[in-house]
DNA sequence: GAAAATTAAATCGTTTACAAATTAATCGTT
DNA sequence: AACGATTAATTTGTAAACGATTTAATTTTC
């Protein structure tokens, strides 16, 4: 039996709940519309990383996305099947491997702006607001980091 | 090559990845915590759902934390060989399976407290602080299960 | 009251996440 | 130059997530 009075944790008083439900949902309203270009939203994060810089190596790649190598290995893989990227081992140091954009991972960033409008208008955010709670968990991601050593 | 005013959609100026890097950071401080419990996030999530009220049915835990019958029912049964939860088959409707807490899975609500005080510790929020943004993140779940169906 | 529709869980297949271990290349120190 | 330490990526194993399908029980409809 449950009381006013005792300690019971309720899921619905709690923040990281919130933002790990919040980010479940965001990843439902996401899927329909990447599936149309045949990328999840994980490998969309990457192409996003990589429209800003390509012809960077895995670990670059993860300390944008916050991943690791043996998430990222893997997923750029299947990117590659897709013929999205280019894997390339370097030259210059044969433990790196340098990933590029082909022309279709290139071009599916004209995609990128109609998606990124149908996800806002799904937040019913505005641009401000939007921003302004970007800007929150941003700061809290730093302080989290700062605590995993 | 990028310039100031082409159109490249930058991974820190999204709101999305914002929340998913987050939810990720989150993760990463709470699953030591929780390996001294050995459970897993997911797997917390349900113990809150159940301290709450337990016999409930997989529905009904699903509805709370926001996960699918295709998710829990694999987690369930892990708890229950873990000895967290019991799955009985109910009599009276015979599709439906009611999960309770064992005495295991009903003690850990004592440790539940630190681990509790310990990841807003990491966050570096006031109570307030948290409540606030939890709020934010609750109404724009909202706003984001209104646009899933 | 039998057939059709609905509902609840479970199953299957694919894709993340990530700890831990492995492989291979480079660096640092002597 | 050589060898121990470090680094980059991969591999392995476990646990989520979830769409789609399946199975079985209940409800609805005729």
Redesign the interface.
């Known amino acids: 039996m ?1 009381t006013k009075t005792d ?24 899927r329909p519309l990447l599936a149309k270009l045949g990328v999840t ?1 994980p490998q969309y ?1 990457v192409l ?2 990589l ?3 390509d012809q960077v190596t895995v670990s670059e790649i993860g300390s ?4 690791d190598s043996a998430t990222l290995t893997p997923l750029l893989k299947r990117m590659e099947s897709a013929g999205l990227v280019e894997r390339v081992r370097s030259a210059r140091d044969e433990r790196q491997v340098i990933v590029s954009l082909t022309p279709a991972g290139r071009d599916m ?1 004209k995609e ?2 109609k998606i ?1 409008s149908s ?1 806002l ?5 505005s641009k401000e607001e ?2 302004a ?2 800007d ?3 700061a ?2 730093n ?3 700062k ?2 050593q």
């Open positions: 449950n300690k019971t944790p309720l899921l619905d008083e709690q923040l990281c709940f919130a933002i790990y439900s919040t980010s479940l949902a965001m990843s439902k309203v996401y939203y994060l996003m990383a429209w800003n810089q944008r996305v916050f991943l960033q990128a702006g990124m996800v208008c799904a937040t019913q955010c939007a921003i709670l970007k929150q968990l941003v809290l991601r302080n989290l980091e605590s995993i």
